[in-house]
C-alpha cells in the first residue's frame, strides 16, 4: 500500500472535480510570466520582472519561472545580448540549478547514477559562477544568495558555505520565508543535519518573528520532513503525539491563520503544507479549514511525498477533511 494508503487506512477510488497541479500557485502575473517564458520571450518576461519592485516577490517569481522547460537555451542567448545586464544572468543562473535537479531527479542518492551525477554537477558549477557575478555586480539583490543556497546544498559545500549563504540572504531580507525553507532543507537528516537540529531552527525562527509572519510554516515544514524520514507505522506514530498536533496548532495560530497573516505571492504553498501536516497529524477539522481557503489549488510539494501524483494526495486528503469538517 502507498504512503497515502497507509495514511488513510484505504486505497483512494479517485472521482471528483477534475483537479490539477497550478504551477503559478494562483498567481495571475505569474501564469502570464510563465506563457511568455515558454514562448521563449525574453523582452516580456524582462518588463515583466522589471516592473516588480520588492525583492522578495521578485526572487519568487524567478523561482518559478527558472522551472520553464527549455528555457536555459534562449537565456544563453539573452546573457549573451546583455553582457553587462545582471538579470538574464540572474534568470539563467536560477534555471542552470532547476535543470541540474532535473538530472539529477528526486531520487536518494544511491539511486542516483554516474553520469546523472556528472550532469547535476556541470549545471550546479555554471550556476555557482553566474549567480556570484550576480551577486558581485548587485550586492543589495536578494535573489543570488536565495539561489547559492540551493546550490551550496545540491553541491555538497558544507555546513560553513551553507551557513554564509543564509546569513547573507537574511542581512538583505531578514524575514524571507524563501531562504529560512532552504535553510530548514539544509538542516533535515537527509542533507546531513539531525531532526534536532531541524526543528530548533524551525521553531526558534517561528517565535522570534512578529504574530502573523509566514515563518510559522518552517514548525509544518519540519514535522513533515521528520515523518517522512521514519519507517511505516513510525512515522504515523510520531505525526499523531499530541505534542506534535500542539505545535502545528501554535505555528498556524501564530502564522497562516493569525488575523495579521498577509497573504503575499505565493501563500497557497504555504496553506497546502499546513492542510498536509493536520492531514497527516490526524486532524481533519483544521485541515479543512485550510482546504476551504484553498479551493482548487494544488502545488506539487509537499503532496509529492504522499503520492506519486500529488493531486490524488491533495484530493483523498481534502475529502478526507471535508466528511469531517462538515
Known amino acids: 500500500m502507498s504512503i497515502l494508503g497507509r495514511l488513510l487506512g484505504r486505497r483512494s477510488r479517485g472521482g471528483g472535480a477534475a483537479l490539477a497541479v497550478d504551477p503559478a500557485h494562483g498567481d495571475e502575473e505569474l501564469r502570464g510570466l510563465q506563457a511568455r517564458a515558454a514562448a521563449g520571450d525574453w523582452p516580456a518576461v524582462r518588463a515583466g520582472l522589471d516592473a516588480v519592485a520588492d525583492e522578495a516577490d521578485r526572487t519568487w517569481l524567478i523561482a518559478q519561472l ?46 542516483v547514477g554516474r553520469e546523472q551525477w556528472q550532469v547535476f554537477g556541470e549545471r550546479l558549477e555554471k550556476a555557482e559562477e553566474q549567480l556570484y557575478d550576480v551577486a558581485e555586480r548587485e550586492p543589495g539583490w ?81 514535522h513533515i520532513e521528520h515523518w517522512l524520514d521514519l519507517d511505516s507505522g513510525e512515522d504515523r506514530a510520531y505525526i499523531t503525539r499530541q505534542a506534535v498536533r500542539d505545535e502545528l496548532y501554535e505555528a498556524a495560530k501564530r502564522s497562516v491563520l493569525h488575523p495579521a497573516y498577509v497573504r503575499g505571492r505565493g501563500w497557497p504553498g504555504a496553506f497546502n503544507t499546513f492542510a498536509m501536516a493536520f492531514s497527516l497529524a490526524g486532524q481533519p477539522v483544521t485541515a479543512n479549514v485550510l482546504f476551504r481557503e484553498l479551493g482548487d489549488t494544488v502545488t506539487e510539494f509537499p503532496w509529492a511525498y504522499l503520492d506519486a501524483d500529488p493531486v490524488e494526495a491533495f484530493r483523498t486528503c481534502r475529502t478526507a477533511a471535508a466528511r469531517a469538517g462538515g
Do not use: N
Open 66 to 111: 527558472a522551472e520553464t522547460a527549455g528555457s536555459e537555451t534562449w537565456l544563453a542567448a539573452a546573457v549573451a545580448a546583455e553582457p553587462d545586464s545582471a538579470l538574464p544572468l540572474l534568470l539563467a543562473g536560477a534555471r542552470q540549478i532547476s535543470w541540474a535537479w532535473e538530472a539529477r531527479t528526486g531520487a536518494r542518492a544511491q539511486h
Open 142 to 222: 536578494l535573489a543570488p544568495w536565495y539561489f547559492l543556497q540551493i546550490s551550496a546544498r545540491g553541491a555538497s559545500l558544507g555546513p560553513d558555505a551553507a551557513r554564509y549563504r543564509f546569513e547573507a540572504a537574511l542581512r538583505r531580507r531578514p524575514d524571507h520565508l524563501g531562504s529560512h525553507r532552504q535553510r530548514l532543507q539544509q538542516l533535515c537528516r537527509k542533507w546531513g543535519g539531525s531532526h534536532e537540529e531541524m526543528h530548533d531552527f524551525a521553531r526558534t525562527a517561528t517565535l522570534a518573528a512578529p504574530e502573523g509572519s509566514p515563518l510559522g510554516e518552517l514548525v509544518a515544514l519540519a
